[in-house]
């Protein structure tokens, strides 16, 4: 018997602006940020679960306040019932009717509730002595079911479709883990294509990762038609015609003006097109899959919970979901992403990159493919080769695959002294630039 | 010429679960709290500018942080230059790339956005002597159209049917404002609904809400279907057959229980059912829609910003349009919203209650009636009897009509001592209930 001792948090900030790296047509000038926690116990092992929500700069504080604001339910509390009933524990966060209102279920006060949700995931993995894929692979379909909240999905998928799903994953999982040890998981790179890099850095960048055996590259578009169509080029003639490079728009466009510039892009022969519009837009991303087919529509870093991403899937505005690690309420939420995915048969490509999110967002996809979807068909991880230096164990991509981690814990937890180094001290004003 | 020399934020909670007003379905034991706001200038006038976000206790905290993380954008600032252009204002705040992250436009960091943009109305009101309703009333038809984000709203409204909307109404301002401080703005009471009430009391309630005059009542439901038809029952003998009755399911159900619990409520003929499910289920409000015509379905309280009240006009899922005075991102979207009401043709009944919603959110009725709208046929705004006596401007409500405010400012600004007794100092494990 063990009870929570501490929840500590910090505000850690990287300057990422100035290198221009992570630049792109909304967001051109972000600091990678994690609002970070900590949860200890005064149990012998002196395991301690690890969280965080990736954030771009200001406001990371307020995602701290987040955290703080869900300490008085966690300290003192006996870490055996948390962790050996992560539903009850996701509903004690989840349904906290007072900080329900600030969203509900959405913005900084949810992604706070994720953060604390995956800490304790990473915690449980620890304490079992596996990766958090593993873990969640080794449990019971009922208990995998049982830590979905299906409230507001019953229209699209009900628990009993869903342990369908997982019973029929079942009797593959011990072929698949032993697969996913020896080969790993199919990764892209995001590396060439930000915004912010020369021509001659993005021709390079595209040739380094065909060499370095990506099956897929994306390039940041929506700043500038005519600079897109000279980019693409560029990147076209650098990987040959029958490689795939998605664009991704961060949210730049309006339906009508999202079709027109897809459309102008078509001869590149884009994979996807990420994030059109805004990522509340479900009817106007059903508008623009109609208007661009058949390029695809990829979206999910900024869909703000599971809600929305049914919706998208009942819509026909996604063709491929991109869940986040951190944007929604932790691995519970991500799991009912994952079944909807399956349900709709839409593959998963995880978003990552930022701080910390291709360590997290790994063990999701291992898992949907041992446990749920049972293939890795069109199936990739983003990767983005930033900040892994600060995590205690840090993705390792070869030969463009993801291997599969095998330390105990869910990835989540950073170098104590990279903590300690870009725990940020500055204050509001200092931070707005003229 | 004037700067901002100060942003004070305060975190002020009314201990409201005490006597189970505000009680339902969903917030059991609300204490009714703000994020408080207050901009001061250097200029001679002494005015300073009030706006807050209303939450229902705990992480009201994290809104007053999501507050202080917008201090940088505003010490030292021109005023005029903030006040004369408040599009540019609404910019600046809602359009930082790295603020925009914790959303986008959505949850704490949006609405910490709309209490700023509040305050900065109501010291331009004050500013310009007149209460908000009428200083807006008095804008041009252009500037109107300019404090309009139109970013995700294009297929839906134009800048120019916008221009045209406000152009039509401008030739009736005058009589209509002569209108309004004749007679005022409908109200309907929620004042005997709440779930917490006996039935005694419920009865009692309704009998005194058509004594003084109001045009409709408002029940909460969804926690027990035979409490619901019982309650129903007594209310609807109380008020008789043909007055209107709404009730209020503060987003209990999913898509197929909203419809079955609807339809054996239909019977005590409700005027509209309010939040059937959540607030982000737009295709599930307008499925609900379909499946219990002719019932009406009302939301928006919870409506995170323009771009989903634009889907739930566009799939048919909002017979009613609940706007919220501190949901949004302020003054400014709400204006969006109430363009969106007008071109789809649905009538605005704006959520409130809580602290100061009422005070706040006439001022945007009004406005719509005299420069927009133009009726207030099937329009009313929500009145609930409960903290006006803790604010500088109190609401009038007299035979079930708002009277016309007539003081300058926005009606944002509580009294100094009630500010002062009601800041919260407690801690977040003690608040945390066990």
Redesign the interface.
């Given at each position: 018997m063990s009870s929570i001792v501490s929840v500590d948090t910090r505000d850690i900030r990287f300057p990422t602006s100035l290198e221009l790296d992570g630049s792109d047509a909304?967001?051109?000038?972000?600091?990678y940020s994690a609002a970070y926690v900590i949860i200890r116990t005064d149990a012998a092992d002196g395991h301690a679960g690890h969280g965080f929500v990736f954030?771009?700069?200001?406001?990371n504080?307020?995602?701290v306040?987040?955290l703080?604001?869900?300490?008085?339910?966690l300290?003192g509390r006996n870490v055996e019932e948390l962790l050996g009933d992560m539903a009850a524990t996701w509903r004690l966060l989840g349904h906290?009717?007072?900080?329900?209102?600030?969203?509900?279920?959405?913005?900084?006060?949810?992604?706070?509730i994720g953060a604390v949700v995956n800490a304790l995931w990473d915690l449980r993995a620890k304490r079992a002595g596996l990766p958090l894929w593993q873990l969640l692979s080794s449990l019971p379909p009922e208990e995998l079911v049982s830590l979905v909240d299906f409230?507001?999905?019953?229209?699209a998928i009900t628990p009993a479709e869903a342990l369908a799903l997982f019973r029929a994953a079942e009797p593959h999982r011990a072929e698949r883990v032993a697969q996913l040890l020896a080969t790993g998981y199919p990764a892209y790179t995001t590396t060439p294509g930000w915004l912010g890099y020369s021509d001659e850095k993005l021709e390079r960048l595209c040739r380094e990762a065909v060499a370095d055996g990506f099956p897929q590259i994306k390039l940041k578009v929506g700043a500038d038609l005519a600079d897109d169509r000279r980019r693409l080029g560029i990147a076209r003639a650098a990987v040959g015609p029958d490689f795939p490079i998605a664009i991704d728009a961060n949210?730049r466009w309006?339906?009508?003006a999202a079709i027109g510039w897809v459309n102008a892009l078509a001869e590149f022969d884009p994979a996807w097109i990420e994030e059109p519009?805004?990522?509340?837009?479900?009817?106007?991303h059903a508008?623009i899959a109609r208007g661009i087919a058949p390029v695809r529509v990829a979206t999910g870093e900024?869909v703000?919970?599971r809600?929305?991403f049914?919706?998208l899937l009942?819509?026909g505005g996604m063709d491929v979901m991109q869940i986040d690690a951190t944007r929604v309420g932790g691995v519970n939420e991500n799991i009912a992403n994952l079944l909807l995915a399956a349900k709709f048969g839409v593959p998963v490509c995880p978003h990552a990159g930022g701080v910390g999110l291709c360590e997290a967002v790994q063990h999701l996809s291992m898992f949907d493919f041992v446990a749920l979807s049972g293939t890795m068909d069109g199936r990739m991880i983003e990767y983005v080769d930033h900040l892994h230096e600060h995590f205690v164990t840090p993705v390792v991509v070869e030969r463009g695959r993801y291997l599969a981690p095998t330390t105990p814990g869910a990835g989540t937890e950073m170098l104590a002294r990279s903590i300690d180094d870009h725990t940020w001290r500055g204050?509001?004003?200092?931070?707005?630039r003229a």
């Open positions: 909304m967001n051109p000038d972000p600091d954030t771009i700069g200001r406001g504080d307020v995602q306040a987040a703080d604001a869900l300490r008085g339910h300290l906290d009717s007072q900080l329900r209102w600030l969203g509900p279920e959405k913005g900084v006060m949810h992604m706070a409230r507001y999905l019953s229209d949210q309006d339906i009508g519009t805004s990522p509340d837009d479900i009817l106007g508008a900024h703000q919970n809600i929305v049914k919706q009942q819509a204050s509001h004003a200092e931070q707005v």
